[in-house]
C-alpha cells in the first residue's frame, strides 16, 4: 500500500442538474449561484503540496466545469507541479472540456449514470446522455484520457452489464463501480434509490467480466466480500482503504507517516462499519472493514460472516493491504498521462 496522493477541492456551489443521489440532497447550500472562494480553493492545494500530494481533482459541491475560478485553479495547481481532473456530469458544453485539455487537465471522470432516458432521469437534465456522448466521442477521437463512474442504486444497477459494454465502447480507462451510501445516516430518502447488495452480486460481477475480457481497469466502491465471489474481492474499496486509494481523496492531506494515515484510515472504517457480529467474526474484516452499518441495518441479513479464507489469497491476507494492492490499477499514480 502507499498513501494517495490526491486532494479533492470544492469549486462551486452552482448546478445544472439535480441529481436524484446527490451527497448534497437537502443542503442549503446546492445550486447557489456562487463559487468557493478562490482563495480558499488554493489554500487547501498549499495544505496539500505541504503535505506531500501531488495531484488535485475538482469535485462538488455543484458541477465544477461551470466554476468561473476553473482556469485559476488549473494554473495554480499546474504552477505547484500538481496534475489536475475533474469530476462532472459533462453536459456543460464541449467547449469548456477543449479549453481544460488544453490547458494541461490530466483526464475528467465523468459521471455515467445510465443509458439514454435512464441517465436523464437520474441526473434530472434533458438531454444529459446525448451531450455526455458528444463528450466522449470527441475524447476518443482525441485519444485523450477518462474514466467513468457509475452509481450503483434501484434506477441504474440492472443496466450495469450494458453500461460497462457502452462505456468500454467509448474508451473509459477506470470505470467505477459506486456504491450508494448514505455514510453517517439514513436519509428519508434512501428507500427510493438503496439496493441490497445480493440483489446487486449478479449484475456487479457480470459487467466485471465484461471489463476484465476488454482489458480495462475497474475499482468496485464500497461493498460487502460477503456480497460477492472471491475472485472480484480486490477490486473493493471500502471505507478502511480511501486514503491509500489513488482514485479517491486523501482526507488528512499527508503522506510523509504511513503509519499515522493508517490509523487514521481504519478509525474512518470503523466509524462506518457494522459493529458486532456477523462481521466480527468475519475473517474478511481486515480486507473488507465492515462495509456499512446504515446499509447494513435497512436490508437485515445481507451481511454474513466469511468462514474460510480463499486459497487463491493465502499469501496476502494476512497483511495490510493485502487484497487491496492486486487491483492493478492501485499500484498506479493519479495522473493517467503521466502512469
Known sequence: ????????????????????FCFYRGSDKVRKPEDV???????????????GLTAVAMVG????????????????????????????????????????????????????HGLDGTMDEVLKHKGAFKKQAELMDWLRSEQLPFRTNTVLIQQTYRELPEIADYLIERGTW????????????LPEYLPELAVDPRELRPYIEDAAERLLEAG????????????????YWPYVTNARYVFFDNREWNYPLQVHNVEQLWKD???????????????????????????NRTMAANFPGCVQAIREIPEQYQEVWDRDGGMFDLNPVNA????????
Request: aromatic content about 10%; hydrophobic content about 35%; charged content about 20%.
Open 216 to 231: 480495462v481497469y475497474f475499482s468496485i466502491r464500497y461493498h460487502p466480500f460477503c456480497c460477492l465471489a472471491p475472485k
Open 265 to 291: 484510515a481504519v478509525a474512518c472504517g470503523e466509524s462506518v462499519a457494522v459493529q458486532g457480529e456477523p462481521c466480527s467474526s468475519c475473517v474478511a474484516r481486515r480486507h473488507c472493514g465492515g462495509w
Open 1 to 20: 500500500m502507499r498513501p494517495g496522493q490526491v486532494v479533492g477541492v470544492d469549486v462551486t456551489y452552482r448546478c445544472r442538474c439535480d441529481c436524484l
Open 61 to 112: 459541491y455543484g458541477e465544477p466545469s461551470i466554476a468561473e475560478t476553473v482556469h485559476d485553479i488549473l494554473n495554480y495547481a499546474h504552477g505547484q507541479r500538481m496534475s489536475t481532473s475533474m469530476i462532472t456530469t459533462g453536459v456543460t458544453g464541449l467547449h469548456r472540456f477543449k479549453t481544460f485539455y488544453r490547458m494541461g487537465m490530466d483526464h475528467i471522470l465523468l459521471s455515467a
Open 37 to 51: 472562494p478562490l482563495q480558499e480553493v488554493t489554500d487547501k492545494i498549499d495544505t496539500a503540496k505541504r503535505g
Open 332 to 339: 498506479l499514480g493519479p495522473a493517467i498521462r503521466g502512469n
Open 174 to 185: 477506470h470505470f467505477v463501480f459506486l456504491g450508494f451510501l448514505p455514510h453517517y445516516k
